[in-house]
């Protein structure tokens, strides 16, 4: 297998040069490697070490932007080779910025980390009601229901997320993330939900431990 | 001590005679002022109503228009009003309205005398080298543009610049306030949003061609910028800043080792307003973390944003009083 054209595409996402990305990964798919492996080995690495970056501070959000746009161009190119094989994402996220809540960057960003480690996303955008992350996650199949807020305005919606998960009785299925500037772990604690993360890097790393535990 | 000689001593980092300002450099969420007017506040009020109503120092801020009332509006919330150079061109007409400008400074003429009194400090904001760009090429787009329009982002800001070189020529032949804002939000919890190499490439000349004239008139300087500002201060006093807002203690802002690693930089702000959601002893411990630094001077300290609106009204009572009370003892021992 040709490590080095895998390592290349990897090297490419790192600086967000999507052009490049697509040719290489075009080249991989030539040259007989197995999508799966372009994909672990190629495009999720890249974004792996972008994320560990940004996470430390060494890169900022328009490089992660410019990565994470390459890294889905060149998964656009995979998917229906992945869907062929039969490739499964390893689980669905349902994630939104909370009602009332129109700010969507941060929210932005855990999708990109997210897809980043092989988790389907749906988006549900901003001021997303509770009961639409509810609905969406029993009509979904999400095990993960992530919530947004930047204002001291909006954050009580999440306890209401919490509640209605409560009352749907979808709380044992689901694990609810939350983030934001307002939030933090003792609030995290406070109105019930599973995890609190302050950077997009890091909602990722906890979103797939709780995917493979 | 005059409102505004007790402002201008904090900021030359002299000490006022009675107390530091008190003041909220913001106004209140709109929602707030409603769960309050249920608590017996008067509905109605306008900022500098409010502001005596509350015992608080009156100021006045101005924010100048970079766009006139007519320019296209976003399809949904930060989205772009232009994508790229053509957009930007067919946007010119509403951008920079000089006439919109002409008609504020003739209402800051009106409060000259009153300002010339000492009645109150007089501020102004300024869209900055981040913020402006964002409101015309949408949150998302702005960040994807240091990467793939640069030489558009540099052209915005030239113009940017020469719009405000014009503002400043004309607000200075009135008064002269005693600070001013750039609005950014470049930082959030995390830090920057951009890299000091981003920095040093589209902002540094902005703000060189900016702030030289508005030092040399003796206004001083600020960032507003939410978020984790601390790691950009060494990064905004080569431009020439002297100091930032509003220090979100939220974010991980520490205004004490701010002090310590900046003794001659100014803060405004700090007030950690999650306290205000929990109890009288949360906000006293909150300003007894803020006592040495607001005893060194060059720091009007004030709640890091805006008060949620789940602070009771009489709690914002009681800290109105806390905030004169540390603001004496921060003078007087």
Partial sequence: MNTELLKNISENLQ??????????????????????????????????????????????????????????????????YLEEAGVQSIGRAC????????????????????????????????????????????????????????????MGVMEEVVKKAEEAGIRDKVKIMIGGAPVDDAFCKKIGADAYTPDAASAADVAKSFLTA | MTNRERFQAVLNFEKPDDRLPAVEWASWWGDTIQAWVGQGFPAGLGFHEIAPYLGLDQHYQFWFPHRNADCPQPASFGGPIAEDE?????????????????????????????????????????????????????????????????????????????????????????????????????????GPMI???????????????????????????????????????????????????????????????LREAHPDFLFIGAFDKMTMRESDEAMRQEFERLLPVMKTGGFVPSVDHQTPPDCPLERYHKYVDMLKEYGRKAVLG
């Fill in chain 1, 95 to 154: 994630l939104g910025t909370v009602q009332g809540d129109l700010h969507d960057i941060g929210k932005n960003l855990v999708k990109m980390m997210l897809e980043g480690k092989g988790i389907e996303v749906i988006d549900l955008g901003t001021d997303v009601a509770p009961e639409t992350f509810i609905n969406t996650a029993i009509e979904q199949d999400c095990q993960l229901i992530c919530l947004s807020a930047l204002l001291t305005t909006t």
């Fill in chain 2, 86 to 190: 053509e957009g930007y061109e067919q946007l010119l007409p509403y951008l920079y309205p000089d006439k919109d400008i002409d008609g504020i400074i003739e209402f800051i003429r009106t409060l000259k005398g009153r300002h010339d009194a000492g009645e109150f400090p007089i501020w102004f904001s300024l869209d900055g080298g981040f913020w402006f760009p964002r409101t015309i090429l949408g949150i998302e787009n702005h960040l994807y543009s240091f990467y793939d329009q640069p030489e558009l982002y540099h052209r915005i800001l030239d113009d940017l610049a020469e719009f405000q070189m014009r503002t400043l020529e004309k607000l200075y032949s009135v008064l002269t306030p005693e600070f001013m804002t750039f609005g950014e939000d470049m930082s959030y919890n995390n």
């Fill in chain 2, 195 to 257: 890299s000091e190499d981003s920095f040093d490439e589209f902002l540094l000349p902005y703000y060189n061609k900016i702030v030289p004239y508005i030092r040399e008139h003796g206004t001083k300087v600020i960032v507003d910028s939410d978020g984790d500002i601390s790691k950009m201060i060494p990064w905004l006093k080569r431009a020439g800043i002297q100091g930032v807002l509003p220090l979100e203690r939220k974010a991980g802002v520490d205004v004490a080792a």
């Fill in chain 1, 15 to 80: 600086k967000g040069r999507a052009k490049l990305v697509k040719e290489l990964v075009q080249q991989a798919l030539d040259e007989g490697i197995s999508p799966e492996t372009i994909l672990n080995e190629g495009l999720l690495d890249g974004m792996n070490i972008v994320g560990g970056k940004f996470k430390a501070g060494e890169v900022y959000v328009p490089e992660v932007l410019i990565a994470a746009r390459a890294m889905n161009q060149g998964a656009q190119m995979l998917k229906p």
